[in-house]
Each structure stands twice: as C-alpha cells, then as structure tokens.
C-alpha cells in the first residue's frame, strides 16, 4: 500500500533504461529520504532538455541552438567529416579519438524494413554540406552491421559523387581480445586484411 | 563536446542511486532518441513528487495526504502495529507477508554517533498512538544490525510500559541458504534458537 503519486514516481521512472520495478522502487526511496534537492534538480533539467533539445540545422547532432557545439567551435578542422549513426556514436568518437574534424548525424541508417531511406538520414542536407567545397575526407563511422554497411556503401557513393576520399574505420580483432574467443566473421575478415609489419 | 544542457541533463541523472557516468549518458540519449512524452512525464511526476509527498501524521509513511494509505484504509487491524526503520522496510514487509495491521516508520535507527535519540524518531508520536489503547501487539522489525537491536530493546520498553505484547521478526538461517555459506553468528543464532519438530 504505497501512496498513489509514490506508485506513479516508480512507474513513471522505468521509462529509464535498464530500470525495472526494484531498481525504481530503491530510486524512488533513495531520493525523497536522502536527495529531494537532486530530485527537484533533476526534474527541471529533464523538463527541459526533452522540450528544448533539437537537432543541429547544419550536421543533425542533439543541440538546444541552431548550430550544435562541434559546429560553433571555430577550433575545428572543416576539411573532414566524420558520418555516424546516432549521437552516442558521436560522443564515443570525441571520448576515445583525437578526432578535431566536423560530424554528420544519420539518426538512423538505411533500413528498408523499418522505411528509412536517405530521405529520413538527411542526405539531402548532407549533399548540401558538401556542396560548400570545404571537405576533403569523409569517414565513414557507420555500425558494422549488415545495415550499417548499406549505408557506408551508400554514402561511399555520394563521397564519390562529389569527388571526395571517403575512408571507412578499421574492422578486426578487439585490442586485448583473445583469437579464441573472436566471432568466425571478424576473424576471417582481420586474416584476410592482416597488415604488413 | 556535446550541448551544455545535455551535459546537465546526464550530471543530474546520476543523483539516481545506482547511476554512473555511463549509464547516465545511456539513459539521457535514450530518452532523447526514443521517448522523449515519458521523459516529460517523468519530469512531472518527480517535480511533483519531491514537493508533494511528506510523512503522514500518524505513522509517518510516506504520503501525500495527511494520513497514509494504510492508516485511512478501513479494511486494516488496529490491534496490530508494525515498527519499522524506513517506508522500503515496510513496502518490503507489505509485497512478502500477508499482515494487514497498522505500521509505524521511525525513518532511521537510535545511533548516537549520527545524533539520532528517541525524539528524531518520532517516539512521542508512537507513544501518543499507544495511549489511544486500541494497540495489542506490537511487531518490532527493525534491522538485524546492532543499531537496529539497540532500537528493539528500547521500543520493547515502550511496549512494556503501555501493557503490550511486544514480538520481533525470527532470527535465523534464510530459506534456501546452505550452512556452509551461512555467516558464523547467524548460525550460532540460528543453532541456540532450534525448534522441536
């Protein structure tokens, strides 16, 4: 017998991933015994983020202005460009890379099932950005699925049309990773593409 | 580099007990991405819940009214009264046993070395309970830890000086646990305690 508006609070928090009903029962607890500062804190911004958060008008990144952060930034190489799906790609490029070139976000990539073609992943604008003349490089940072590649072939393709290097991220085997426990498929193809040393 | 609001939204995710830096950038893409009206009512529901949910008067539970779901129910027995140290004790107490008595939520344990006697535990509200006369057990399921026995023996005194039978949850080797992993007072406990079959 729990109060209505506390039933609702744990209901409403299993919209977060990976929370089930103990996990947002304990939240739930935790934050009006301990934290209802944090609380009210993390309300406000969740309000508004989901309200004012949209897409960059120039490379499709999450931004709350017209132009996201990497596209503002005068410190950034406008020569290169790098195409991924979705902006967790992004951040995980900029956490792990030295990469200082400009993005593109597909929010998505070619599924034919799921009725998105390049009309939805904002090829056109994409097109449109490299109408400027300002690339050099296309990297191409699609996932490495069978849809992922369909879409780097794809974008491969537009590269070509307008006369710019596309290149595409290396596959093989995971550094630290032991051959006996690598997938048939990424074996195969880090054996056929070994490297010279 | 992502948005600064963005940047916000995953800092104040991580007030959720239980949510790192990555999960919370997980969770904050997630609902960006995908479910963007549940994050919105999430907001709500946590803006309202902070603010609005407060103890009830006569048990303490968590509520939003002035009395509790327990305590305006009519389908309840009065004679019974369970003392517990936190509403999660008494939602935990609620969803494994079928006890349909009354509760009461002290919201801590005695610990002097955390400032906390008999008064932020709001025993002269359960003493003021005890005169309406009404009680005739009382179940005290404090923590089996020593600030929680040290909580017991004091609200067994209460009970005794109101003439009420007091009881305290068994003690004992948990159901499904092999001996071998059983802690040693636990099982010291468990072996002085042994019931004749």
Redesign the interface.
Known sequence: ??????E??ID??R????VGPK?A?????????R??D????????????????GHCRRCRN????ER???CS?SGRDRQQLCVVE???DL?AI?QATGYRGDYFVL?GRLSAIDGRGPRELGMELLEANLDGGQVREMIIATNATVEGEATAHYLAGIARRHGINASRLAHGVPLGGELEFVDRGTLALAFGSRQSL
Chains 1, 2 share one sequence.
Do not use: W
């Open positions: 017998m729990k109060s209505p508006l506390l609702r609070l409403d928090l919209v977060l991933p990976g996990s029962q304990r939240m739930a607890f935790q934050l009006l015994e934290n209802r944090g609380g009210l804190r993390l309300a406000e911004t969740l309000a508004e983020a989901m309200a004012g958060i999450y931004s709350e202005h996201c952060a990497v930034s979705s902006p967790i951040s900029e929010h």
